[in-house]
């Protein structure tokens, strides 16, 4: 019957390669041209892996920066074949996430965060929506607020509404390149100061008529028109 001695001798090189089958380490950089992503990764001291295969989940993708902490197994404790299986960066992890509530972030600041009573969150300095064919938004009330909204559609913008407020300092109509465009109403305009046409040379509350003679069934056109 074998001894413990001898059973302990028996199993060391197993034991030796459980033992390196899992590694912490941090990253250093990473290679993100190939199908899969690469990096090199140092593990314990003196240990620097080149080229270590990063396993991502299907339909999501990252290329973290330098010294994020990675999880990295060995097949059959084999160090020349490592697969990195989990990359998180304590630098800039979004904090205090109540339970339930997923967030993407960058080294930047940037996040998209889900939370709790069906709000999402999004902050970025750029943000660009690209639809190729149409985009629909369904809504009770749209806010947007930002010092620059511009919104340039090739075909034709939709609205219909109960009712439209617009609350600016000047509005302006113009066509694609800046020129004139004519503006149809269906229905009455009613203006609680004074319209003007040609450029505010005719007045609608001020303006006067040239030859105009008591009695003329018509007039002849308005001064400045």
Not at 15 to 28: D, T
Not at 130 to 145: F, M, P, Q, R, W
């Amino acid at each position: 019957m074998p001894s413990l001695q001898d059973v302990q001798k028996m199993l060391g090189p197993v034991s030796n390669r459980i033992k390196l089958m899992v590694a912490r380490g941090v990253l250093k950089r990473t290679n993100d041209k190939g199908g899969l992503q690469t990096a090199q990764v140092s593990l314990l001291e003196d240990e620097l892996r080149d080229n270590v295969e990063r396993v991502q989940d299907y339909g999501f993708t990252s290329n973290p920066i330098g010294g994020a902490e990675a999880i990295t197994i060995f097949v059959g404790g084999n160090r020349d074949h490592g697969l990195i299986i989990k990359v998180d960066d304590r630098r800039y992890r979004l904090k205090g996430l109540k339970g339930g509530e997923v967030a993407l972030y960058t080294d930047e600041g940037d996040y998209a965060w889900f939370k709790r009573e069906n709000k999402i969150e999004v902050k970025t300095k750029h943000l660009l929506a690209e639809a190729e064919e149409d985009c629909t938004v369904k809504t009770k009330k749209y806010l947007v607020e930002c010092e620059t909204y511009t919104v340039k559609a090739s075909q034709e913008i939709d609205m219909t509404t109960a009712k439209t407020g617009i609350h600016t300092g000047s509005l302006a109509f113009t066509n694609q390149e800046g020129g004139e465009v004519e503006a149809e109403f269906t229905g009455g305009l009613k203006a609680t100061q004074d319209v003007k046409s040609n450029s505010g040379a005719v007045s609608l509350n001020k303006h006067v008529h040239e030859g105009v003679q008591p009695g003329d069934s018509t007039t002849q056109k308005p001064v400045g028109g």
